[in-house]
């Protein structure tokens, strides 16, 4: 999921699901976050001033959606449910 200032990648196994966020432009550190939630669970979240990305986070996502946010600056997405 691409926004202005970067893109939150997610990943999934047969038994796990990660996601980490990535800025557009690297080098300079800034106001990162990412947060990954299995439907039904608590969100397992990263926040802080990073340079390159914020994560990765991972939870266990046995037949069950997950719910991505992330952050880069001032940009941010979310992905609704997915992986369902």
Known sequence: MAF???E????KSRNQACAMTVARISGERRRMAVSIQPRG???VREAGRF???AGP???G???RCVYV???????????????C
């Open 4 to 6: 202005e200032t970067g």
């Open 8 to 11: 939150v990648r997610v990943y």
């Open 41 to 43: 669970g608590a969100p």
């Open 51 to 53: 340079a390159r990305y």
């Open 57 to 59: 986070v991972t939870v």
């Open 61 to 63: 996502a046995i037949n």
């Open 69 to 83: 946010k992330g952050s880069v600056g001032a940009g941010s997405a979310d992905s609704g449910w997915i992986l």
